[in-house]
């Protein structure tokens, strides 16, 4: 079974561009959440896509955005951007939905820099 | 607030020996723990998870320790091999988020297997 894929693997925007990453989650999978890892912050939740409807958003402003595709594919947008978005940005995917646990399988992620 | 806190950056082990990485939490509505491990340039690797119903969970060379009233998880790995050199993030969830898919990270630790 394939795992999650997130194109493009690596990045370069400039200040006050804007930037779309891909993530097709592994097949089945209907959650999708978006993780930002800085070397300062360590991996910090962006948001979680479920059935299309976003169920849950992090501490980020508004610049990042994200939507979820009728066949679980998401999209993340994040516009103006700034120096301190350079991060690597994870998708991540997950099975089930309720209240049983279940891991987060990632992907390997987008490295975007921002010069 | 670190709500996740993984206290050593870095653990350095001989090939053989026991690793034990440890990770305290603040949160008491946490209730999934989860391991994960990540090589430089892939995403990480889900490991072992530990519900708070209980206070051990083992997978071959792989055991998760839970102390709910320290609020405190270990993992060990025993024997530790060169491969496991890698770092090891500490994530939890629980009802607080809203959502069983919004994952708190440590900062992790580099675990270096020495041969």
């Known amino acids: 079974k394939a795992g999650v894929t997130q194109t493009p693997r690596y990045l370069i925007k400039t200040r006050g561009q804007q930037v779309t990453l891909s993530c097709s989650p592994i097949?089945?999978?209907?959650?999708v959440s978006w993780y930002q890892q800085t070397p300062g912050q360590g991996l910090q939740f962006l948001f979680e896509?479920?059935?299309?409807?976003?169920?849950n958003k992090g501490n980020f402003p508004g610049r990042f955005s994200g939507r979820q595709f009728s066949n679980s594919r998401s999209e993340m947008n994040v516009s103006t951007l700034e120096l301190g978005d350079s991060a690597l940005y994870l998708c991540?995917?997950?099975?089930?939905?309720?209240?049983?646990?279940?891991?987060?399988?990632f992907g390997n992620g987008t490295r975007l820099t921002v010069t | 607030d670190q709500q996740v806190k993984q206290n050593s950056p870095s653990l350095s082990v001989q090939e053989g020996r026991i690793s034990i990485l440890n990770c305290d939490y603040t949160?008491?509505?946490?209730?999934?723990f989860l391991w994960y491990k990540k090589y430089p340039a892939e995403g990480p690797t889900f490991l072992i998870s530990i519900s708070s119903i209980k206070d051990k969970n083992e997978d071959g060379r792989f055991t998760v320790f839970l102390n709910k009233s320290a609020k405190h998880l270990s993992l060990h790995i025993v024997p530790s091999q060169p491969g496991d050199s890698a770092v090891y993030f500490c994530a939890a969830s629980g009802v607080s988020g809203g959502s069983n898919y919004k994952l708190t990270f440590g900062k992790g630790t580099l675990l270096t297997v020495n041969p």
């Open positions: 097949s089945g999978h209907r959650s």
């Open positions: 949160n008491s509505m946490f209730d999934y």
């Open positions: 991540a995917s997950s099975w089930i939905s309720g209240q049983v646990y279940s891991p987060l399988h």
């Open positions: 896509y479920f059935s299309e409807t976003q169920r």
